[in-house]
T-cell receptor, first 110, second 112 residues
């Protein structure tokens, strides 16, 4: 079975903090994605990676960065958290155009 | 204009009825089309994919694609209360880069 895990289900941070969200997949997939999901806006792509150390900006990269040092791990970094980054963050790993999502991290920035 | 548009609903149907969910997309170069189901508090899971014009059936689910009109739909026959969820339409614009666009989802309620 395909398995994608995310480091936290719920996270509360303060404005200005640096936040790390981690995603791990055990399927040796090359492509991994970070989305945020907000009511009425659907899933919006933040960053994606198609190989180790490779990354591409999605549609809303501002305020975020990513790291992919190992194939199985894709990290999303909020450099200085702001209240408008309060959201559900979903990581996905892709095989043959099928996206396998992690359970999500609900982040609240106070 | 959004890349992928869906009616947010909620769409309410009685148990046993056919639920019809629709999605339109803006880029004529779109290659692949997907329907994901997302239960409340859970992450999305793929239920159907379709690549060519026409219908594709899988059990109670039928995906329909019309590239000329730029819409894709999902029919759920014999709807069950367990089908109550939000259905997300997704489009892959470029197979080589696997860049997907999602609609905002349609919430379906199947009433017993």
């Amino acid at each position: 079975d395909v398995k994608v895990t995310q480091s936290s289900r719920y996270l509360v941070k303060r404005t200005g903090e640096k936040v790390f969200l981690e995603c791990v997949q055990d399927m040796d997939h090359e492509n991994m994605f970070w989305y945020r999901q907000d009511p009425g806006l659907g899933l919006r792509l933040i960053y994606f990676s198609y190989d180790v150390k490779m990354k591409e900006k999605g549609d809303i990269p501002e305020g975020y960065s990513v790291s992919r040092e190992k194939k199985e791990r894709f990290s999303l970094i909020l450099e200085s958290a702001s209240t408008n980054q309060t959201s559900m963050y979903l990581c996905a790993s892709v095989r043959e155009e099928t996206q396998y999502f992690g359970p999500g991290t609900r982040l609240l920035v106070l | 204009q959004k890349e992928v548009e869906q009616n947010s609903g909620p769409l309410s149907v009685p148990e046993g009825a056919i639920a019809s969910l629709n999605c339109t997309y803006s880029d004529r170069g779109s290659q692949s089309f997907f329907w994901y189901r997302q239960y409340s508090g859970k992450s999305p899971e793929l239920i159907m994919s379709i690549y060519s014009n026409g219908d594709k059936e899988d059990g109670r689910f039928t995906a329909q694609l019309n590239k000329a009109s730029q819409y894709v739909s999902l029919l759920i026959r014999d709807s069950q209360p367990s089908d109550s969820a939000t259905y997300l339409c997704a489009v892959n614009l470029n197979y080589n880069f696997n860049k997907f666009y999602f609609g905002s989802g349609t919430k379906l309620n199947v009433k017993p």
